[in-house]
């Protein structure tokens, strides 16, 4: 199971909450420019993090650069190399080379942003040096079963299978360079995508139609979100050796949450795999962040309803409230999130478990003087608790 890691706080969320390994961007060439925040230095305390707990990473290089920026990647993978990443997550076949002149040691996965679709293109990638190929989300899970049938099995297949899904083929979109001068391709997206739109006649200025009779225009292509965490069963039997989960531009808070849930459901698959079914306290799980819409994307052919013209914004039902940093004669000690008080009603989520229900009846600063809320963002605090929680459990609020 594959995680992001947007930023540190995310990559430190992901190994608590049960990630095989996590991706994450350098400063230059991935494709999330907003959450680049891997400098050179950060990047090796990253990588040695993940690796105590046995966790792996793989560093994006999967922008498609140009002439100038191609120039750049050699004394760019030297540097790469010193970080101890254990695989590079590659588009540009240029790219692809360089890395097999100047690492040639390196494990290189191929970017969905490839496009990948059948399964002669796979098996030349991997004739080519690549040892994993990222799906392209178009596929559906018979198309996914071909494509395992008929490529080398030392190949590994790996497949979404939850987070932000785009309105264009595999990611390869122009509609933000479009509008906003921002390339999608270097990881620059606005998400116009998202925004609503109306029709307007070239010699009606000013006068805007909904395309839809709707006042408020329409999303007319906003994608819905993935979420397959309740037939991970069928992607495993499709021939899918890793389960990507999206959101690099997403919270610390996403990234626990739904690492936990599919954490927890991949190991009861794993445990009875002909009798898997997943409990309900997981479907739940995934529905506790914030997300749009979900749908199974294009798994089982497809989708009728693949777009949610509505609105382009958030589903969002429960907020963080708090962080757990350790637990003390019978209180954690916790650092705020969101403002929450003394009577609220709490869930608490620990790594690699369940859910528990917890009242707040009291709430003390950390010099221990009586408090009625937690109004401040980082704060500490401390609140009673006659159970320890693991340090890094999450606090949450239901809107």
């Not at 006068?207 to 408020?216: G, K, N, Q």
Request: glycine content about 8%; hydrophobic content about 35%.
């Amino acid at each position: 199971m594959l995680s992001p890691a947007g930023d540190f706080e995310c990559l430190q969320a992901a190994v608590r909450f049960g990630a095989d390994a996590v991706y994450l961007g350098a400063t230059r060439f991935g494709m999330r420019a907003s959450s680049a925040s891997f400098t050179e230095e950060l990047l090796r305390e990253g990588v040695e993090l993940a690796h105590r707990a046995g966790v792996r990473v793989y560093l994006t290089c999967n922008t498609i650069p140009t002439n100038e920026e191609i120039d750049a990647y050699p004394a760019f993978l030297r540097e790469v190399g010193k970080s101890g990443v254990d695989a590079l997550i590659v588009t540009d076949l240029g790219v692809l080379s360089l890395v097999k002149k100047h690492l040639p040691e390196m494990e290189v996965h191929i970017s969905t942003q490839a496009g990948v679709v059948n399964y002669l293109a796979a098996s030349e990638l991997y004739q080519m040096g690549a040892k994993r190929v990222v799906l392209a989300r178009e596929l559906s899970l018979d198309d996914i079963a071909r494509i395992r049938e008929k490529t080398p099995p030392e190949l590994d297949l790996e497949a979404f299978v939850h987070g932000a899904m785009c309105v264009s083929f595999s990611g390869r979109c122009l509609l933000s360079s479009y509008l906003t001068g921002r390339d999608a391709n270097r990881g620059e997206c606005a998400q116009p995508c998202r925004w609503g739109y109306h029709l307007m006649e070239e010699k009606r200025p000013g006068l805007y139609f909904p395309v839809e009779e709707r006042e408020e225009g329409t999303y007319i292509l906003n994608a819905k979100d993935l979420c397959m965490i309740e037939h991970l069963d069928k992607l495993c039997r499709a021939g899918v050796t890793s389960l990507k989960i999206e959101g690099r531009a997403k919270s610390s808070y996403y990234v626990s949450v739904v690492t936990n849930a599919y954490r927890n459901a991949v190991d009861l698959y794993g445990n009875d795999p002909e009798h898997f079914e997943l409990p309900a306290w997981l479907a739940d799980e995934v529905r506790k962040v914030s997300h749009r819409r979900y749908s199974t994307g294009f798994y089982f052919g497809r989708p009728e309803e693949g777009q949610y013209y509505e609105t382009g914004g958030y589903v969002r039902g429960y907020d963080a409230a708090a962080l757990v940093e350790g637990y003390q004669d019978g209180f954690l000690r916790c650092v705020q999130k969101n403002k929450f008080s003394v009577g609220d009603e709490l869930e608490l989520l620990e790594p690699k478990s369940g859910v528990k229900t917890l009242k707040v009846t009291a709430l003390y600063s950390e010099e221990g003087k009586p408090l009625e809320s937690v109004p401040h963002p980082q704060m500490r605090f401390k609140l009673p608790c006659e159970t320890p929680a693991e340090p890094g459990s999450i606090l949450r609020k239901k809107r």
